[in-house]
């Protein structure tokens, strides 16, 4: 429950309308994801470094929420380096692993990039409210209210999923069930969640459509979701950050367009 | 007792578009308990493709247990779109715990969820049988492979181990996203989970075309 609600304290970018995390977030990735090269990871993920401190998020759950990246870049570069695209002079080689100067600086690259598209989006994230998020796909975006509100219905039950999944376990053992293998026992445990999460669900439906919800009326919002200046500055550094990264990385002749 | 049992049993509505909202809360109900799924197999996909980085291509295979959340809604909630909201909404959750791949998840939710929709959207929702829901996993496996090989890491690797990779995203799809998925939706609908939904109704009316679910039908008219 606490990675999926995660304690947001006040801080600059928390106040920020998801909306514009988003847009902010997903340039980004779509710029970077465009080229292979270490020139504009390198430039992204600095730039994003020294936009950290304002992202209002403690050190613990910054390392908690980003630990998948610093297991993975590295990992991603060694595979890279000795399975990757092979040019310039061969450093070592044994079967069909080969290391070259062309597969190091692609694996360096790999490496970097992966951090420079992981880190924006999972800060950005690790400070934004669900709620939030969906009051702002409702207004800003006008996604059609029922899937956003029904959608952040489906995602406000995961706590009670949780519970859900230890009291099954509880009943099992009770029961003897499933204590031969762990796999069998994951298995059976998970698709029982599933009966059980589906008919809450439709349970939910009943409760949510006899108050109401999901009449052909137009909807009206509790909570206000306005998309003012901080918003427009947050997607103006995003832009500047990209536009920085392609244009160091051209100059220095290193962008390279991943389907060429 | 036997008429009164099918009298009550409605005969199948008339097929409609419009979501209900029982559609759309248990879409995004399996969309949700999905995504935790995917978050926990994106932290186990590390160590196990480092395992497969030995066999460089195969870490395809792993490819499937980010596909079934799409064909499990699709073919639960049938309704055009089930499968594309269904993986978003599972893609979003995993982001939302915090992925390594950040906010690409959210590009390759919706590239693979419109794999997975295409083809139930080919057979013009209607067709619901085991060849067409395998193709569906098929159809993610096809579209997670054409954006791993070109937009991921595995862009830099060999055509060879490309095309590897390619063949086994798309066996993984089938398997786990296709194979799996018809396994689950046909064990809910047996639960009785299903009942507010074509999918486990139909099971009850005509239990002819589809043996496997006929038990459920038999079982309430054969109580006299």
């Known amino acids: ?260 | 007792m036997n008429m009164a049992t099918t009298s009550i049993t409605r005969q199948p509505r008339a097929f409609s578009a419009r979501w209900r909202v029982v559609d759309i809360v248990v879409a995004s109900v399996i969309g949700v308990a999905s995504g935790v799924i995917f978050w926990a197999w994106g932290l186990a996909w590390t160590p196990l493709s480092a395992a497969l980085a030995f066999a460089p291509g195969l870490a395809g295979l792993l490819a499937g247990g980010w596909l079934f959340a799409g064909v499990l809604g699709g073919i639960v909630i049938r309704k055009p779109g089930a499968a594309l909201f269904t993986e978003v909404v599972a893609a979003v959750v995993s982001m939302l715990v915090g992925t390594q791949w950040g906010f690409s998840t959210l590009i390759w939710g919706v590239v693979e969820g419109l794999g997975a929709e295409l083809v139930l959207a080919a057979f013009l929702y209607s067709n619901w049988r085991l060849g067409v829901v395998l193709l569906s996993g098929a159809g993610a496996g096809v579209a997670v492979g054409l954006l791993d090989t070109n937009f991921t890491d595995y862009a830099a690797l060999d055509f060879g181990f490309k095309a590897v990779y390619f063949v086994s995203a798309v066996a993984s799809g089938i398997v786990i996203a296709g194979l799996l998925s018809w396994l689950a939706a046909r064990g809910l609908a047996r639960a009785g989970a299903l009942s507010r939904f074509a999918s486990g109704r139909l099971a009850a009316v005509d239990g002819e075309s589809e043996p496997v679910r006929s038990d459920s039908g038999t079982e309430a008219t054969s109580t006299p």
């Open chain 1, 1 to 260: 429950m606490s990675l999926i609600t995660p304690e947001i304290r006040a801080s600059t970018i928390a106040s920020v309308n998801p909306v514009a995390k988003l847009i902010a977030a997903i340039l980004l990735a779509l710029v970077l994801l465009l080229s292979i090269d270490w020139a504009s990871a390198l430039v992204a993920l600095v730039l994003e470094a020294l936009l950290l401190p304002f992202a209002g998020l403690a050190a613990r759950q910054f390392w908690l929420r980003t630990a998948p990246l610093w297991f993975a870049a590295p990992l991603a570069c060694l595979t890279t380096v000795l399975y990757g695209r092979d040019s310039g002079d061969l450093l070592w080689q044994a079967g069909f692993v080969s290391v070259t100067e062309g597969s190091v600086s692609l694996g360096v690259a790999i490496g970097v990039r992966i951090l420079a598209i992981g880190l924006p989006g999972i800060v950005l994230f690790a400070t934004t409210d669900p709620t939030d998020l969906a009051d702002g796909l409702g207004q800003v975006l006008r996604l059609p209210s029922r899937f956003v509100i029904g959608g952040l219905a489906g995602l406000r039950l995961v706590g009670l999923f949780i519970e859900d999944w230890r009291f099954l376990a509880l009943a099992r053992r009770a029961r003897g069930v499933g204590d031969s293998n762990l796999v069998s026992r994951i298995a059976g445990q998970g698709f029982s969640l599933l009966v059980l999460s589906v008919r809450r669900g439709s349970k939910l439906a009943t409760a949510m459509e006899a108050k109401g919800f999901g009449s052909r009326r137009e909807r009206t919002w509790a909570r206000e979701s306005t998309f003012g200046r901080r918003e427009w500055t947050l997607v103006a550094i995003a832009v500047v950050i990209a536009v920085l990264a392609v244009t160091l990385a051209v100059a220095l002749g290193t962008w390279k367009f991943v389907l060429s």
